[in-house]
Structure formats: structure tokens, C-alpha cells
């Protein structure tokens, strides 16, 4: 018995020692300290205190809401703490002041409204000796957006110093902290895009918004760096993804351009951004021409707009294997514009391919004055005019002219060789005809420089036609009278030599020793053609 008395009375010393028996009563909520505190962990509280401090909870704890988190500090200096009190999922927090009792000062309150819910609060040292209540925040439902807020103690008052939260769209990422290691914490919005790159904009400045705004780039993309695009649609889209943060992406859109004063382009006109940072941008990019293969054009429109915004028309060059933005210029508005043809207002609309306007040719040739005839074989076109014959096929780039004039006649010794004939042009050209359902389309250009047409498009964009109608048979006479004036009178084989040029039919009995060849040409530019001038 004396031996187990001996045993119990060390162990009850020590179990004093250690606390086990103490009757201090234990507090209904865990009293924390946020990271970033001037003291990370305080002793508890004086029992008097958390006595009073229980009390006070109980006093204002709102009705329906649980308590939730208590932390303190002394946040402005003058040596008694301030207590913050958070009920429920931080629906309400509350902050009042310790000075033998306890005094309520208030909630901390955005100016900007809330529009997201609270998830943490701290007290920081957002610089050396200056302590802040932090309150952190989330977006609510389907929005991803996570921000903050600051509030500084001063007297009685709780000051708002900043809010900091994507309210506009409820997408972003807000965040404190000192993202250039100078000690002082910065407010740090991230802004993340949907675009080509995956940029991600950084944006920073002190934490009360005070002092110049620096940024930096960062690539959400597998490499984390620019990677030039590959594809001329995909250059076009990040140069104009790029103008959502110009002011911080200028450098990169410098590496898209060939000219760079198209970086000034005032793109907001035609595009909008509304969607950068969620969904990207709509836009509908469509490839007009393939003239060469270091030279492409497209179009380029903002979809789903409310009213739709021009197109636009892009020209990107390829210079050392990049495609490059060349030119950027609004297309012409002409779904609208009427035509007329020597006076007479015509029952056709214009389209256009690329920078070229085009007019269906079965309504303005004759109406024009000019009768065009088709080889159904090779299904090309030949057309007289008053000074040539032009021969061309829908969709293909090279066009045949001869030019109906004695200098342009093979006839050194017309008596020695009856086969000599007029000199045939073939040029490659841009502005070719095309088939569009069925319809051939002229272009203008195209008109005006090998049909002899006269065109002028007015202020209100209407295309306005003219052309000198002709007599064929009239025609023939003038050109037989040329031909004696040069070379003296002919017999009737070599007036049939002017007349099979100038012929009203498409075919007759001269054809297949004059024109035979030209169709069939055509149909196999690339090789028949291949050494024809190209049009300037």
C-alpha cells in the first residue's frame, strides 16, 4: 500500500505541472491568426477577456447564423486589440475593439456593392508596421472570379482602402501579394484570355491602387512562350486579339506585321472584345484569293453582332516562311449599290471577291452593246469589241486579246504567206472572270481594261456603265479601208484574213485556222500559257 501511495502523489504533481487540471474554461470558437500577422500566435487571452469576449460574441451573434472564425490584433498601433468576429460562411463579419471592454465598430463595407460572397479574412502586414484586414472573396454560382478587399482601423471607423474583384464580368483572378519581392504587397489582377496565345495579363500595383501600373506577360500555352502562328487565319486572329490589351501586347503585334503602323488600326470600329475573357472572340474569317502563294487575302467580320459591322479585308504577305499582315482596309459596301448601263438602270446586284467588283455578265453584255459566244467544249468565251477580240473561261487567269489594228497585223510580205494573222496577248491577270451558281461575273477592272468599258462608281457607291456601241459590219469596212491605206489593194483571201477576226458568228470556215487553238488553250492555262505577261 505505501509503495502505490508513493506513485500517486508524483504522478498528481506532474499532471498539475502539465495543465491537465487546470479550470480555465475553454473558448466555443478556435481565436486564429492569419498568415502574414505581426505576431503569428498570441497567448490566449486573460481569463477576465475571454470571459467578456464570450459574453460580447453572444451579444451580437446575428440570429441564424453560427460563429465562424475570431481573429486579433492590435491593426492600428495603439496598443489594444481589435478583434474581427465572422458568423456563418462569412455572411456577416464583425469588428469591434478591446479597452478593458469590448467596443463594436462596425462591419466593413464595399462602396462597389457586393456581387460575390466572402471566403476568408485575415489580418496582413501589407507593408513593414502596417497591418490591413484582408478580406478575401469568390464568385458565386458559375462564375470563376476570385478577388479581395482591404480595410484599415482608423479611430472608431472601419476605411475601405480598396475592392479589387472582376465585378464587370465575375471571371478573373485578383490576388494580394508581393509579386516583385520589394516587401510591400502588390494588387495582382490576372487576366486570362481565350485567344491564340493563351495570354495571360498580368497587371500589378501597390496594394491601395496607388502608383504606376506595371505589367507582365505570361503564355498559358504548352510552351509558355509566343509561338509564332503558322497559318495566315491564325496570325489574323492574334493581331486582332491582341488589340483587347494593346497598351500590353503591343511588342507581339509588332512581330505580326509587315507594316507597322497598322498597329494603330482602330479595330474596336469592327470587332468586338466583349467576350475575350471568356469565350474568345467570333470571328468569321474567310479566305477571297490565292493570286500567289506568298500573297493571301481574306475576309474578316465579327460575328453576332447586333448591327453587323463591316468586313474587312485583309492582305498578309509571306516573308522569310511567316505569314505577315500586310494591309488592313474596310471592304467596300456595295450589296447596296445599283448599276447602270449607259443610262438605263439594270435589274443585276454587284459581289465582291477580295478588293474586285463583279457584275453578272449575261445582264450587262447586252446592254453594253457586246455579244459574247461560247465554245461549248472548252466552254469559253469570245467577245468583239470595236478594237479587239478577247477570248476568256470562267475561273481561269489568263486572258487572250488581239487587238484589231493594222500595226498589230503579221504582214512583213503579206504575198509570200497567207496564213499571217493578227498577234495574239495572252496575260495572267487578278481580276479574271468566275462562276458564282451557274452565273458568270465580270469584274470591273476587268471591263474597263480589255472590253473597253468606261466605269465610274459614284458617291452613293452606284456603278455607273457606258460603252460606245459599234457596227460590226461597219467596223470591217473601216478596217479594210486601213488595210488599203497600209499595204495597197487586196483581193478577197485576204479580206476574208480581216473579216473571220471581226466575224458576227462564232463560228465559220476560217475558225480552225484562226481561233481553233485559243479554247482549248485556255482550259490548260498553266501550260500553254505559262510564259504570257502577267498583268501589272
Given at each position: 500500500m505505501r509503495k502505490r501511495s508513493l506513485f500517486i502523489v508524483p504522478l498528481f504533481i506532474v499532471l498539475i505541472l502539465s495543465g491537465c487540471m487546470s479550470n480555465e474554461p475553454s473558448h466555443p470558437a478556435s481565436t486564429e491568426n492569419a498568415n502574414h500577422t505581426a505576431k503569428p500566435e498570441q497567448p490566449a487571452a486573460k481569463l477576465p477577456e475571454k470571459e467578456k469576449l464570450d459574453e460580447f460574441v453572444k451579444k451580437i451573434q446575428p440570429e441564424g447564423l453560427q460563429l465562424n472564425k475570431i481573429i486579433h490584433d492590435d491593426i492600428d498601433g495603439d496598443g489594444k486589440q481589435e478583434y474581427i468576429i465572422t458568423f456563418g460562411d462569412y455572411e456577416r463579419i464583425l469588428i469591434a475593439r478591446f479597452d478593458g471592454e469590448f467596443q463594436l465598430l462596425g462591419e466593413p463595407k464595399e462602396s462597389i456593392g457586393i456581387v460575390h460572397h466572402y471566403s476568408d479574412v485575415e489580418i496582413m502586414n501589407l507593408e513593414p508596421d502596417k497591418?490591413?484586414?484582408?478580406?478575401?472573396?469568390?464568385?458565386?454560382?458559375?462564375?470563376?472570379?476570385?478577388?479581395?478587399?482591404?480595410?484599415?482601423?482608423?479611430?472608431?471607423?472601419?476605411?475601405?482602402?480598396?475592392?479589387?474583384?472582376?465585378?464587370?464580368?465575375?471571371?478573373?483572378?485578383?490576388?494580394?501579394?508581393?509579386?516583385?519581392?520589394?516587401?510591400?504587397?502588390?494588387?495582382?489582377?490576372?487576366?486570362?484570355?481565350?485567344?491564340?496565345?493563351?495570354?495571360?495579363?498580368?497587371?500589378?500595383?501597390?496594394?491601395?491602387?496607388?502608383?504606376?501600373?506595371?505589367?507582365?506577360?505570361?503564355?498559358?500555352?504548352?510552351?509558355?512562350?509566343?509561338?509564332?502562328?503558322?497559318?495566315?487565319?491564325?496570325?489574323?486572329?492574334?493581331?486582332?486579339?491582341?488589340?483587347?490589351?494593346?497598351?500590353?501586347?503591343?511588342?507581339?503585334?509588332?512581330?505580326?506585321?509587315?507594316?507597322?503602323?497598322?498597329?494603330?488600326?482602330?479595330?474596336?470600329?469592327?470587332?468586338?472584345?466583349?467576350?475575350?475573357?471568356?469565350?474568345?472572340?467570333?470571328?468569321?474569317?474567310?479566305?477571297?484569293?490565292?493570286?500567289?502563294?506568298?500573297?493571301?487575302?481574306?475576309?474578316?467580320?465579327?460575328?453576332?453582332?447586333?448591327?453587323?459591322?463591316?468586313?474587312?479585308?485583309?492582305?498578309?504577305?509571306?516573308?522569310?516562311?511567316?505569314?505577315?499582315?500586310?494591309?488592313?482596309?474596310?471592304?467596300?459596301?456595295?450589296?447596296?449599290s445599283q448599276i447602270w448601263i449607259n443610262g438605263k438602270k439594270v435589274d443585276a446586284k454587284p459581289i465582291l471577291k477580295g478588293k474586285n467588283i463583279y457584275i453578272p455578265m449575261q445582264t450587262a453584255f447586252p446592254e453594253l452593246g457586246l455579244n459574247p459566244q461560247l465554245n461549248a467544249e472548252y466552254q469559253a468565251f469570245r467577245v468583239n469589241t470595236a478594237t479587239s477580240v478577247v477570248f476568256f473561261k470562267a475561273d481561269t487567269e489568263v486572258v487572250s486579246k488581239t487587238d484589231m489594228n493594222v500595226d498589230n497585223f503579221e504582214a512583213d510580205d503579206i504575198y509570200e504567206n497567207r496564213m499571217r494573222k493578227f498577234k495574239e496577248k495572252a496575260v495572267w491577270i487578278k481580276d479574271y472572270p468566275i462562276q458564282v451558281n451557274d452565273k458568270v461575273y465580270i469584274s470591273l477592272s476587268f471591263m474597263k481594261s480589255y472590253l473597253n468599258v468606261n466605269v465610274t462608281i459614284d458617291k452613293e457607291n452606284n456603278i455607273i456603265l457606258s460603252s460606245e456601241k459599234f457596227d460590226e459590219e461597219q467596223n470591217l469596212q473601216q478596217l479594210y479601208a486601213a488595210w488599203e491605206e497600209k499595204f495597197g489593194k487586196i483581193g478577197n483571201s485576204y479580206s476574208n484574213t480581216w473579216y473571220v477576226y471581226n466575224y458576227k458568228d462564232f463560228y465559220d470556215k476560217y475558225y480552225s485556222f484562226k481561233f481553233w487553238d485559243i479554247p482549248q488553250n485556255l482550259s490548260y492555262a498553266l501550260l500553254y500559257y505559262k510564259d504570257a505577261e502577267i498583268s501589272p
Amino acid at each position: 500500500m505505501r509503495k502505490r501511495s508513493l506513485f500517486i502523489v508524483p504522478l498528481f504533481i506532474v499532471l498539475i505541472l502539465s495543465g491537465c487540471m487546470s479550470n480555465e474554461p475553454s473558448h466555443p470558437a478556435s481565436t486564429e491568426n492569419a498568415n502574414h500577422t505581426a505576431k503569428p500566435e498570441q497567448p490566449a487571452a486573460k481569463l477576465p477577456e475571454k470571459e467578456k469576449l464570450d459574453e460580447f460574441v453572444k451579444k451580437i451573434q446575428p440570429e441564424g447564423l453560427q460563429l465562424n472564425k475570431i481573429i486579433h490584433d492590435d491593426i492600428d498601433g495603439d496598443g489594444k486589440q481589435e478583434y474581427i468576429i465572422t458568423f456563418g460562411d462569412y455572411e456577416r463579419i464583425l469588428i469591434a475593439r478591446f479597452d478593458g471592454e469590448f467596443q463594436l465598430l462596425g462591419e466593413p463595407k464595399e462602396s462597389i456593392g457586393i456581387v460575390h460572397h466572402y471566403s476568408d479574412v485575415e489580418i496582413m502586414n501589407l507593408e513593414p508596421d502596417k497591418k490591413f484586414i484582408v478580406l478575401h472573396s469568390v464568385g458565386g454560382h458559375m462564375d470563376q472570379g476570385s478577388g479581395f478587399s482591404i480595410f484599415q482601423v482608423n479611430g472608431n471607423t472601419i476605411k475601405e482602402i480598396i475592392s479589387n474583384f472582376p465585378n464587370a464580368t465575375g471571371r478573373g483572378t485578383r490576388e494580394l501579394k508581393d509579386y516583385d519581392a520589394d516587401g510591400i504587397f502588390e494588387s495582382v489582377s490576372y487576366y486570362y484570355l481565350n485567344d491564340v496565345q493563351r495570354h495571360i495579363v498580368v497587371s500589378y500595383t501597390k496594394y491601395d491602387g496607388s502608383g504606376a501600373e506595371k505589367q507582365d506577360l505570361k503564355y498559358g500555352n504548352d510552351n509558355k512562350r509566343f509561338i509564332y502562328p503558322k497559318q495566315p487565319q491564325d496570325v489574323i486572329k492574334n493581331f486582332v486579339e491582341n488589340f483587347h490589351f494593346k497598351e500590353w501586347l503591343t511588342e507581339e503585334q509588332k512581330q505580326l506585321v509587315e507594316d507597322q503602323t497598322l498597329i494603330d488600326f482602330n479595330m474596336r470600329n469592327y470587332v468586338s472584345f466583349s467576350g475575350m475573357e471568356d469565350y474568345g472572340l467570333d470571328l468569321d474569317i474567310k479566305e477571297i484569293s490565292t493570286d500567289e502563294e506568298s500573297v493571301k487575302t481574306f475576309t474578316v467580320q465579327s460575328m453576332y453582332e447586333k448591327p453587323i459591322k463591316p468586313k474587312l479585308i485583309f492582305t498578309l504577305n509571306k516573308v522569310s516562311n511567316q505569314w505577315k499582315v500586310k494591309k488592313v482596309e474596310q471592304e467596300p459596301v456595295i450589296e447596296q449599290s445599283q448599276i447602270w448601263i449607259n443610262g438605263k438602270k439594270v435589274d443585276a446586284k454587284p459581289i465582291l471577291k477580295g478588293k474586285n467588283i463583279y457584275i453578272p455578265m449575261q445582264t450587262a453584255f447586252p446592254e453594253l452593246g457586246l455579244n459574247p459566244q461560247l465554245n461549248a467544249e472548252y466552254q469559253a468565251f469570245r467577245v468583239n469589241t470595236a478594237t479587239s477580240v478577247v477570248f476568256f473561261k470562267a475561273d481561269t487567269e489568263v486572258v487572250s486579246k488581239t487587238d484589231m489594228n493594222v500595226d498589230n497585223f503579221e504582214a512583213d510580205d503579206i504575198y509570200e504567206n497567207r496564213m499571217r494573222k493578227f498577234k495574239e496577248k495572252a496575260v495572267w491577270i487578278k481580276d479574271y472572270p468566275i462562276q458564282v451558281n451557274d452565273k458568270v461575273y465580270i469584274s470591273l477592272s476587268f471591263m474597263k481594261s480589255y472590253l473597253n468599258v468606261n466605269v465610274t462608281i459614284d458617291k452613293e457607291n452606284n456603278i455607273i456603265l457606258s460603252s460606245e456601241k459599234f457596227d460590226e459590219e461597219q467596223n470591217l469596212q473601216q478596217l479594210y479601208a486601213a488595210w488599203e491605206e497600209k499595204f495597197g489593194k487586196i483581193g478577197n483571201s485576204y479580206s476574208n484574213t480581216w473579216y473571220v477576226y471581226n466575224y458576227k458568228d462564232f463560228y465559220d470556215k476560217y475558225y480552225s485556222f484562226k481561233f481553233w487553238d485559243i479554247p482549248q488553250n485556255l482550259s490548260y492555262a498553266l501550260l500553254y500559257y505559262k510564259d504570257a505577261e502577267i498583268s501589272p
